[in-house]
């Protein structure tokens, strides 16, 4: 015959229901965890750069060289920028990689380094690259196509959460400038 | 013949079936959760992959037989797929010379055959606990035409 109606005692109960969800919270952490959004390495509002001037011609050999001077008009110092061509007529998005043309002895410093497609004002620690307001001029020389157009995206220095420096890519900063050649 | 326990099995069975079906579905749903998990790509630290196909910003278009794409997000990009729609019906295929992927800010052009509708799918490179993965962003497809 039994006398006591609980199944378990009081005790036992309490210790069961905090384990059980215990064990839930852990399974749900774990499985949920990866739901959480990371930071996003994103460029600050006010990062800017324009083309003050440039020159393009062409030799008879079909190659072209471009000199174009660009203005940090923005808030923040510029570390360095990506710079595409468009080579076809009505080609809206450029694709064509410049940097790989770039003239290292005219940019005061400005290096591109192989395999990445940027180009960086002057990346050495403690240099802050181009300054707001200030502008520089860089060369591009032996392009093996007609250049139509020029995209060019900025890139800054930006702390993460971590602490860490990043470069963060300027998207929304992206200027489009016309380019006409002339032969010499 | 008269009965005078009316318990089916003794409490000492009855505690020990108990406790061995506890075992046994902790051990089901320890297996089972253990392979769901397993499974998860991650990019970018502990992020779920699915989360990044959403942060893919694509520019794109398409004209005379080619393909002009630039990487104008945050994510690196290790391949893409086209969905191509034509007379002879739909077909889904990696586009072809897309192997390098696009960095940030990267940008290519590749042919590709004419057809009615052009969805470009970006395909990403996380990690799982077995090693790398790619995972299809297939809810995150861009119409170029």
């Known amino acids: ?13 309490y210790v069961l229901l905090i384990g059980i969800v215990m064990t ?8 949920l965890r990866s739901y959480v959004p990371q930071e996003e390495l994103t460029c600050p509002d006010g990062g800017s750069i324009s083309v003050l001037k440039y020159t393009c011609v062409f030799n008879s050999a079909g190659e072209y060289k471009l000199n174009i001077t660009l203005k940090n008009s923005g808030r923040f110092d510029l570390y360095g920028y990506s710079i595409y061509a468009t080579n076809t007529t009505g080609q809206k998005i450029a694709t064509s990689d410049l940097s790989k043309y770039f003239d290292f002895e005219s940019g005061g410093g400005a290096v591109q380094i192989d395999g990445i497609q940027n180009i960086y004002f002057n990346p050495n620690p403690g240099s802050n690259g181009l300054i707001t307001s200030k502008s520089t001029s860089h060369m591009f020389k032996e392009i093996p196509y007609k250049i139509f157009s020029v995209d060019i995206t900025p890139l800054i220095k930006v702390e993460t959460k971590d602490n860490r420096i990043d470069t963060a890519v300027c998207g929304d900063a992206k200027i489009k400038e016309n380019i006409e050649c002339v032969s010499v | 013949m008269k009965r005078g326990n009316k318990n089916a099995i003794s409490p000492v069975v009855a505690t020990v079936l108990l ?5 046994v579905i902790a051990l089901i749903i320890f297996l089972w959760f253990r392979n769901i998990s397993g499974e998860v790509i991650t990019k970018e630290g502990t992020e779920n992959i699915k989360l990044a196909c959403g942060k893919v910003k694509l520019s794109a278009s398409y004209s005379s037989g080619t393909l002009f794409i630039k990487n104008d997000g945050t994510i690196p990009i290790s391949g893409m797929k086209v ?17 390098n992927g696009l960095g940030v800010g990267g940008a290519g052009e590749y042919t590709y055959p004419e057809s009615e509708d052009l969805v470009l799918i ?13 995972y299809v962003c297939q809810d995150h497809g861009q119409a170029v035409i």
Do not use: C, H, W
Not at chain 1, 1 to 13: A, E, F, H, Q, R
């Open chain 1, 1 to 13: 015959m039994i006398k006591n109606k609980l199944g378990v005692s009081g005790m036992i109960g």
């Open chain 2, 122 to 134: 970006p395909v990403l490179l996380g990690k799982t606990k077995d090693g790398q993965r790619n």
């Open chain 2, 83 to 99: 969905k191509s729609t034509s007379s002879s019906g739909s077909s889904t295929e990696n586009l072809p010379g897309f192997d």
């Open chain 1, 24 to 31: 839930i919270a852990g399974f749900m952490y774990i499985f």
């Open chain 2, 19 to 23: 406790i061995m079906m506890v075992v």
